[in-house]
């Protein structure tokens, strides 16, 4: 269980800025311990301060020792200027770990995005436990994904995504473009994967776990369809060109998130998930 006893601030300050510095949760726990914590109590401070269920904290201090991967630099406001592209970061919040960017993508950009996502799209899909690609009832839109470094547009793009994020561009995941029409959504989830799930190992065998997401709106619709962060409180308009970016860490409940239903016209999409790792994609896909 979580910790029902006062956490002095200065304490819930030092947790978070060791985190996000890049220390694992072993390492806060042992400084902890060093100073005098009760092991116990340290958890459970933990837990409450990182929002982690204690479950997936010990998830962390049980598995087996591995090198922590990558983590991405969060947007910084109030402007960014990216090779010629301008935009600002217009909203900030720190837990859960959340930029909107106003005019990330240009009008030019979102069209031709579309159109060429348009003639590819399928059922969109979620990834089971066992890694691969699974019809799930929580997404009822349709989609498609374009390759690494596909065409000039989508390597502009990641470009731009991996220096506004500084990590390169191998750890992001192909852009995937979905549309959405009227009572079409993405019910509440977390883009993380669950290391408690059978298939968590194949899952992240490639490019590890997602520690970062980027959701980018091709379009403006005419009702409904914005990004809900039903744990903080906020949501985040669809308006074409702009975009809202979320980090986290694994077992981060603040991070839940919603596509909301479209209620009036239609929603255009473009997600890039980013890992702590190189993603490499089989020759299966």
Known sequence: MKSHLPIRPELRDWILTTTRAGHSVDEVLRLMHETGYDPRQSRSIVATVLNMPVSALDA??????????????????????????????????????VRVLDDFLSADECDVLIEQAKPRLQRAKTVDSGGKQQIDARRTSEGMFFGI????????????????LSIPVDHGEGLQVLHYLPG????????????????????????????ASLVMYLNTPDSGGGTAFPEVGLTVTALRGSAVYFAYDTGDTSSLHAGLPVTKGEKWIATKWLREWPFQVSPQG
């Open 184 to 211: 079409q959504q993405y019910e509440p989830h977390y883009d993380w994967f669950d290391p408690e799930q059978p298939g968590f190992a194949a899952i992240t065998a490639k490019g590890g776990q997602r520690i």
């Open 60 to 97: 962390h201090t049980q598995a087996p020792k591995v090198q922590q991967g990558r983590r991405t630099r969060h947007p910084e406001p109030p402007r960014m200027t990216i090779d010629g592209r301008s935009f600002n970061v217009s909203t900030c919040i720190e837990r859960p770990i």
């Open 149 to 164: 470094g596909e065409s000039p547009l989508i390597k502009r793009i990641e470009a731009r995504i991996a220096t506004m």
